[in-house]
């Protein structure tokens, strides 16, 4: 039982580059989230998915893609990275309301 | 808007008892949680409050009282371990809504 598994767990891009990062979890949530990371400035929601299909935009989805295709699939984009997008990126599941979130291991990313 | 506040630094002595506040200006929220974070590391699920009061594990403990938008974690008999950042969170319109946390330094 993984869990929740993020893939990379590090990557350096140039700027323009474009790259996915996937979320992968096996504990049949229908939440998913990803995140970013600054100092200083906790967990910032970028795109977010309540199931199949659906998407949403967070508090900074600027720069940023998602699709979820498959339920235990969360995939976030970069078309054309900046590095302003140098962070580190967390996916987080839930189950539902009243329960804990689940974190992946987090991405991360250097954008150069 | 939606903002969970919390302080930045709290420092406290090895062995002794410390409490991190969570102040919110938002409402229908589910309840409150509050997750730790090591440096390096990923958020990891401490403790969950779905009605006023206070909710014991372990050495941990968290309060909630909605009609004062409050919150608080209270660590007791500290370890070096415990230094690590923690986080109130909130569940609102389907959102994961996190304070920016508070980062624990722990004095031998």
């Known amino acids: 039982n993984a869990g929740v598994t993020q893939t990379p767990k590090f990557r350096v891009l140039k700027t323009g580059q474009s790259m996915t990062l996937l979320c992968a979890q096996d504990?049949?949530?229908?939440?998913m989230y990803w995140y970013r990371q600054d100092p200083g400035m906790g967990l910032r929601l970028i795109h977010y998915?309540?199931?199949?299909?659906?998407?949403a935009k967070g508090e900074v989805p600027d720069g940023y893609n998602v699709s979820r295709l498959k339920k235990q699939n969360f995939l976030l984009g970069l078309e054309s990275a900046a590095p302003s997008q140098t962070s580190v990126y967390f996916c987080?599941?839930?189950?539902?309301?009243?329960?804990?979130?689940?974190f992946g291991q987090g991405t991360r990313l250097t954008v150069v | 808007g939606q903002s969970l506040e919390q302080p930045s630094e709290v420092t406290a002595v090895e062995g002794a008892i410390v409490q991190i506040n969570c102040t919110y200006q938002?409402?229908?929220?589910?309840?409150l949680s509050w997750y730790q974070q090591h440096d390096g590391g990923a958020p990891t699920f401490l403790s969950y409050?779905?009605?006023?009061g206070l909710e014991e594990t372990g050495r941990f403990s968290s309060f909630l009282s909605r009609s004062d938008s409050y919150g608080y974690l209270l660590l007791q008999e500290l370890q070096m371990k415990d230094s690590a950042s923690y986080f109130c969170a909130v569940l609102r319109d389907d959102k994961i809504i996190f304070g920016k946390g508070t980062r624990l330094h722990i004095l031998p």
């Open positions: 987080a599941t839930l189950m539902d309301a009243n329960t804990e979130a689940f």
């Open positions: 504990m049949n949530h229908e939440y």
């Open positions: 409050n779905a009605l006023d």
């Open positions: 938002t409402s229908g929220f589910y309840g």
């Open positions: 998915s309540v199931g199949e299909g659906t998407t």
